[in-house]
DNA sequence: AAGGCTATGCTTATCGGTGAATATTTTCAT
DNA sequence: ATGAAAATATTCACCGATAAGCATAGCCTT
């Protein structure tokens, strides 16, 4: 299970190591994509086949979009033999990422943020114990 | 398995390069076709195969069109040794592509787009970050 | 036969990816 | 606390991919 926040350094040729824990979960290779809040997320191939499953059963106009955008927005990414990945040039810029960036594991992917980027959403007001409160209330939890 | 969005320039002779990651799964000769929306689409010789075959099972008036479309519009190319291919002068008017083309793997094939045309089309409100996180929630992810 | 056209291949430059070597930091067991 | 081992950071050198321009060969036209 991917879990924690890890504080690593982006060398110069755009490579990160990935946090020793979760490289048996992730696998040697895993599938590098565009994340919904300028961040990137990495899935094992296990986590997804089954989401690429899905998308092919779709049928119609948008499903064609939708293929396109979450095809297109993904990247095979292979561990070297030093425990790094190489972030392609267009996923950078993406995320915004600078040297110093935050891996955050969230059960069943992992994030990449920038740092600054990740300080900032984790000072979102919504996350206050009393909104966290909130919500497991809400959800039942 | 063919994912990514790739950035590629076609030279005054109107090739371009495939992107190496690409190679492998196209084969050395593909099928190039038509695609929906102004854009090209090839699929390795396998792949054609099966969406031959889908095709050819299909009955009716509205069948016997799709035939005629994507079996006219569909040629064989083959990568030479410096992995480019030739776009033919009919299928770049098709495409409308200019210099700038954007090539997007979409799993089981791989399109060719002018690059403003492809901004265009992922510009579409549908693929705003809302509908995505819905998308995302239906689709398991 | 000469000139030009087209398709194809070759060459070079640049950039990014890859791998090795080493330094530094962290972790863990003693 | 101390030393060993693992994880991470950093740097360098090399290799491969792409872009762009040029060269060659075959073919068509005149």
Chains 1, 2 share one sequence.
Request: with cysteine; aromatic share 10%; net charge negative.
């Amino acid at each position: 299970m991917l879990i924690g926040e890890y504080f690593h350094n982006l060398d110069t040729k755009g490579r990160v190591s990935i946090p020793s824990k979760f490289r048996d979960d992730l696998g040697g290779t895993f599938v590098l994509s565009k994340g919904v809040n300028d961040c990137l997320c990495a899935y094992s191939k296990e986590e997804w086949e089954g989401f690429k499953e899905e998308l092919l059963g779709l049928r119609g106009a948008d499903a064609r979009m939708l293929r396109r955008f979450f095809f297109s927005g993904a990247t095979e990414c292979e561990i070297d033999t030093q425990g790094r990945v190489v972030i392609p040039p267009l996923y950078r810029e993406y995320a915004g990422l600078g040297r110093e960036v935050v891996i955050v594991g969230v059960s069943n992917c992992m994030e990449i943020w920038d740092k600054a980027a990740w300080e900032k959403y984790m000072q979102n007001p919504a996350l206050e114990s009393a909104e966290i409160e909130n919500a497991m209330e809400r959800l039942g939890l």
